[in-house]
Nanobody
Framework: QVRLVESGGGLVQLGGSLRLSCAAP????????MGWYRQVSGKQRELVAT???????NYADSVKDRCTISRDNAKNTVTLQMNSLKPEDTAVYYC????????????WGQGTQDTVSS
């Protein structure tokens, strides 16, 4: 079973910064697109940012000016840095690993609750 291990986040100040990391097994990290999604209770899970194994990035419009996703190939870790936090950034954040080809493979982390407090 593939396990994505998330760390970081928690209670953060309005206008502050959030840093989330996710570690994946080597065989997953090397080939999969890694990313972060978030979900507010009662709403659909939504994209925050992804980064392919080749380094291509994709950001949600709501965060692209405040957010950076990066990969550390030596540590098999993907990191999300989000600045200028707003109340609407409060959500459960999920790490995601995805490989789409003839067959789709996808794995999720357990989720981490991140709350922006004023």
């Amino acid at each position: 079973q593939v396990r994505l291990v998330e760390s970081g986040g928690g209670l953060v100040q309005l206008g502050g910064s959030l840093r989330l990391s996710c570690a994946a097994p080597t065989n997953i990290f090397s080939h999969y697109t890694m990313g972060w999604y978030r979900q507010v209770s009662g709403k659909q899970r939504e994209l925050v940012a992804t980064m392919s194994s080749g380094g291509n990035t994709n950001y949600a419009d709501s965060v692209k000016d405040r957010c950076t996703i990066s990969r550390d190939n030596a540590k098999n870790t993907v990191t999300l840095q989000m600045n200028s936090l707003k109340p609407e950034d409060t959500a459960v954040y999920y790490c995601n690993a995805r490989l789409v080809g003839f067959v789709r493979y996808e794995y999720w982390g357990q989720g981490t609750q991140d709350t922006v407090s004023s």
